[in-house]
Structure formats: C-alpha cells, structure tokens
C-alpha cells in the first residue's frame, strides 16, 4: 500500500497525516509552537522551531505505521500562505523570525 503524507502549517501549529488509498487517515500528529510578541502589535514564529516540528510529525507518523520514504507515494504541503521567512542562500539558515500574518508589519 501507499500513501499520501500530508503537513498541515498553520498559525498555531503543525500536523501530520498519512492517508491511505481509500483516503482514509490512517496516522495522524500534531505539535503547537510558540507565539512570538516583541513589540505591541508584532507577531513572530520561529522557523527552526517550526521546521524541527515537521521533521519530527513526519517522523512519528512513518513510525507509527512501520513504513519508509519508498511507500510515500504524494506529499501535500499546506501553510499560511500570508506569513513571510526569509533564508540566506549560502547557509540555508533564517534571517530573522517568520513575521506572521497577524503582525502589523504584514
């Protein structure tokens, strides 16, 4: 059997799911990260935090299931869309915290 791995991104969170081929949702995790406020009006989200969460949810979900990369037959990748990170090139490392839709910045 394969499956469809799926990352939901949102504002609060990240979730993981592995659905089946009858479309099921057979494993399923989630994880919260924190909220960032540095200034009255400002919100942040820190994307080490957040890229650690993915990495782990994709991880126990595979394991929940006992299966590899190899049964992964789709991923699907949802976000916030509005948010905003910007990566240096040369060391794959975040400038700066993700500045959040929320924010007044945005």
């Given at each position: 059997?394969?499956?469809?791995l799926?990352?939901?991104?949102?504002?609060s969170?990240?979730k993981?799911?592995l659905?089946?081929?009858?479309g099921?949702?057979v494993?399923?995790r989630?994880?919260?990260?924190?909220q960032?406020?540095?200034?009255?009006g400002w919100v942040?989200?820190?994307p080490e935090?957040i890229?650690?969460n993915?990495r782990?949810?994709?991880?126990?979900v595979m394991e929940?299931?006992?299966?590899?990369?190899?049964r992964?037959?789709?991923?699907?990748?949802?976000n916030?869309?509005?948010?905003?990170v910007?990566w240096?090139r040369?060391t794959?490392?975040?400038?700066?915290p993700?500045?959040?839709w929320?924010c007044?910045?945005t």
């Amino acid at each position: 059997m394969r499956y469809i791995l799926t990352v939901d991104q949102s504002t609060s969170g990240t979730k993981a799911l592995l659905i089946d081929e009858a479309g099921c949702i057979v494993a399923s995790r989630a994880a919260e990260h924190r909220q960032l406020y540095p200034r009255p009006g400002w919100v942040e989200h820190d994307p080490e935090e957040i890229y650690a969460n993915v990495r782990q949810l994709i991880r126990q979900v595979m394991e929940r299931l006992g299966i590899g990369w190899d049964r992964i037959a789709a991923l699907t990748i949802t976000n916030q869309r509005e948010t905003a990170v910007v990566w240096d090139r040369q060391t794959g490392s975040p400038v700066y915290p993700a500045i959040v839709w929320q924010c007044r910045r945005t």
